[in-house]
């Protein structure tokens, strides 16, 4: 049986299916919510509830699990600005819980640039809770990933909501030099199941087969929406300001103002990672972004 924690809706519903599709058994462990907890569409599911503070009922929705992949990243958390609390408080007892049940796989989703030295809180919190699961005792592999995307996903599609409802002049913190290198949230899942093959702990870091400026990727996201972009940069900190203030008073507003740190930097790694470790070819950005078509999409509505 295999355990699924956490995790942003679109990276858990691909999981889950690359799952069924092999014709593994898995089980959901959520935490209670008065806005639903998202299942996957289409297939029955094991579902388990519980706090992740809860000791107890963490235990008990491992019982019989044998791998666990804990999603939780920094799309899971937002909007929330106290990532510490979900991401390494909740990390200890899941942890302590793994060990306590036999768990003999233990795959954990960081970021590409998680360091707990460094000075992006996300990226911190990222580097603590990697800290936390080297220092269990538990057969861990973390896989730090950059960007991903796919139908669903938070950072892409606010940056398409944000062109859209912006078509004049749309807004952005600077720099637009900034390099992200996108995955595809398919190719994600797939190297995370046959990961399963792979007997030994370690940190891997993957990430697409391309590294594209922020800039360029604006482009390719107006070009999908046939808007013709005109950008205004402005200073990270009145960013942040700003779009949290119209984040409140402006419903529907693109929910951008965290991710100023999320891109304050480039996050790489080898443009081969995918193929040498796992023999995946990955697919490029500009190949799988129709879902970025926003009026396309309200027009099938």
Excluded at 147 to 169: C, E, M, S
Excluded at 227 to 256: D, H, W
């Amino acid at each position: 049986m295999i355990l699924i924690i956490g995790g942003s809706p679109f990276i858990r519903q691909a999981l889950t299916d690359q799952l069924a599709n092999s014709g593994l058994p898995y089980r959901l462990l959520v935490q209670p919510s008065k806005k639903g907890v998202g299942l996957p569409m289409g297939q029955g599911t094991d579902l388990a509830i519980s706090s992740y503070s809860d000791l107890r009922g963490i235990r008990s929705a491992m019982q019989g699990v044998k791998v666990v992949y804990h999603l939780s990243g920094f799309e899971d958390l937002f909007p929330q600005k106290n990532l510490s609390d979900v991401d390494v408080d909740g990390l200890k007892i899941i942890t302590q819980a793994a060990t306590l049940s036999g768990v003999e796989r233990f795959f954990y989703l960081s970021s590409i640039g998680a360091d707990r030295a460094s000075g992006f809180y996300f990226l911190k919190a990222k580097g603590i809770a990697e800290a936390v699961i080297r220092e269990a005792d538990l057969n861990a592999t973390i896989i730090r990933t950059g960007q991903v995307f796919g139908d669903g996903d938070y950072f892409f599609t606010a940056l398409a909501q944000l062109i859209k409802k912006f078509r004049l002049v749309t807004p952005l913190p600077a720099d637009l030099k900034t390099i992200l290198q996108p995955l595809w949230v398919n190719d994600l899942v797939t190297a995370m199941v046959w990961a399963l093959e792979m007997q030994y702990g370690e940190t891997l870091e993957i990430s697409g087969p391309e590294q594209l400026e922020m800039l360029e990727i604006m482009e390719l996201i107006a070009r999908k929406q046939n808007i013709s972009l005109k950008l205004a940069a402005y200073n990270p900190q009145k960013y942040v300001f700003v779009t949290q203030l119209l984040e409140n008073v402006i419903r529907g507003f693109p929910p951008l103002a965290y991710w100023t740190d999320f891109i304050a930097e480039n996050r790489l790694c080898a443009l081969d990672s995918m193929p040498r470790i796992f023999g995946i070819n990955p697919v490029r950005f500009h190949n799988h972004i129709d879902y970025l078509n926003l009026s396309s999409r309200k027009r099938k509505k």
